[in-house]
């Protein structure tokens, strides 16, 4: 099992009063970031380790718990080994760092207890020896918690824990200067806001199948950090999404498809970054929304797209597609998805040339093959699933 320890003792550097881990971070709260790092990195329990309870750390504790898995707040090493499973292997994340998902991801599957280090340039860094500084990052076993929780309660519990897991012979792990740039330890409100945007925006889960990854999911990373930054509410997109929805339907009835088919992409866009920032602002509903009204705006296409070229032909194509895609999408189960499978954006993307072209029966016939073929596929998976 493996659990997570956050620590967040400390007062912000430019707002006393106010604990560094809940400054505000990229739409989120400091102490947010780091449990979703965590859990993404498989772990099922996490514990704040607080110096008081402020009202802003309740709310951080609520929304965490609402992503599942477990969540306490502890004073100190006892509190923490009464909640702690006794076989858990403990993720340590010192009070204010920032970092990667993937530096997480290697520290979590180390095999023994593991330090994280880096060069002692900076007075934020907690020195482990003459040569070397803790980064703030650590994998533990849950019984070093528990040595702590033995001594007396006024020793540091940060503090105590590292130098007990460097007495014990952890393996002291070196940061790779490439992630450098992504990790730092930071208690002050501006620095933050800065480093806030883009590393939040970078949780943004990368779609598997090709068109959304490659198409969609670049533009969705390029406009997230300046909507965060400006504080842009997440209906602002959803909004816009519809109203472009609604002009791309009026353009292909007055007969332009081809303007029609690139405002319902711009459309899609503007839907996808709408369920991105509502992934990130834990804005659960809007985000569901969104993510269902990428499908609806290419199904309305799809079909104005045939209807407009051939009432009877282009109506029955299209209403293929529609049928072949809305039933892909509820069978292509997340573990199952591959690279080369159909999506809503991928419909668009063949459409696109056969339309401008001057072939759209032909456009939405490639499209729903595409889509059958991939369903046919997706049901195949999952009679193989174990």
Same mark, same amino acid.
């Given at each position: 099992m493996l659990a997570g320890l956050i620590f967040t003792t400390e007062d912000a550097d430019d707002r006393p009063g106010? %604990? /560094?881990?809940?400054? $505000?971070?990229?739409?989120?709260?400091?102490?947010?970031? !780091?449990?979703r790092l965590l859990a993404a990195a498989?772990?099922? !329990?996490?514990?704040?380790?607080?110096?008081?309870?402020?009202? *802003?750390?309740?709310?951080?504790?609520g929304r965490i718990g609402r992503r599942g898995g477990s969540v306490d707040a502890v004073r100190s090493a006892q509190d923490a080994v009464a909640k702690l499973?006794? %076989?858990?292997?403990?993720?340590?994340?010192a009070d204010g760092v920032v970092t990667s998902g993937d530096i997480i !991801?290697?520290?979590a599957s180390a095999g023994h207890d593991t330090i994280v280090i880096c060069d002692p340039d900076d007075h934020r860094y907690e020195r482990v020896s003459a040569k070397a500084a803790w980064a703030g990052l650590a994998l533990l076993d849950g019984k070093r918690v528990a040595e702590v929780a033995a001594m007396p309660r006024d020793y540091d519990f940060q503090s105590t824990l590292l130098r007990v897991a460097a007495q014990a012979g952890a393996e002291q792990v070196r940061l790779d200067p490439r992630?450098?740039?992504?990790?730092a330890i930071e208690r002050s409100a501006d620095a933050l806001t800065r480093r806030g945007t883009s590393t939040v925006a970078a949780l943004v889960a990368k779609p598997v199948r090709w068109a959304e990854r490659f198409?969609?999911? $670049?533009?969705?990373?390029?406009?997230l950090p300046p909507l965060? /930054? #400006?504080l842009v509410p997440t209906l602002a997109p959803l909004t816009l999404a519809g109203a472009l929805s609604v002009a791309a339907l009026g353009v292909i009835v007055a007969r332009h498809p081809v303007i029609g088919l690139m405002l319902a992409a711009v459309a899609l866009v503007a839907a996808s970054v709408a369920t991105a920032l509502g992934w990130v602002r834990e804005e659960n509903r809007i985000a569901a929304?969104?993510?269902?009204?990428?499908?609806?705006?290419?199904?309305?296409?799809?079909?104005?797209?045939?209807?407009?070229?051939?009432?009877?032909?282009?109506?029955?194509?299209?209403?293929?597609?529609?049928?072949?895609? /809305?039933?892909? *999408? #509820?069978?292509?189960?997340?573990?199952?998805l591959r690279r080369w499978w159909a999506s809503p954006a991928a419909y668009l993307v063949i459409l696109l040339p056969l339309v401008v072209i001057g072939w759209p029966l032909i456009g939405l016939a490639a499209a729903g093959l595409y889509a059958a073929g991939t369903l046919a596929a997706a049901i195949e998976a999952f009679r193989q699933k174990p």
């Open positions: 106010t %604990l /560094a881990g809940t400054l $505000p971070f990229g739409g989120l709260t400091l102490v947010e970031f !780091q449990a498989g772990a099922t !329990q996490i514990i704040l380790v607080v110096s008081r309870m402020t009202p *802003e750390l309740l709310g951080v504790i499973h006794p %076989l858990a292997r403990v993720l340590i994340v !991801q290697s520290l992630d450098a740039p992504k990790h198409l969609l999911a $670049p533009l969705v990373r390029l406009s965060m /930054a #400006r929304v969104a993510m269902h009204a990428r499908s609806g705006i290419v199904a309305l296409v799809v079909l104005a797209i045939g209807v407009r070229a051939d009432p009877v032909a282009g109506t029955s194509l299209a209403g293929g597609l529609i049928v072949a895609g /809305a039933l892909l *999408e #509820r069978a292509a189960l997340p573990a199952l």
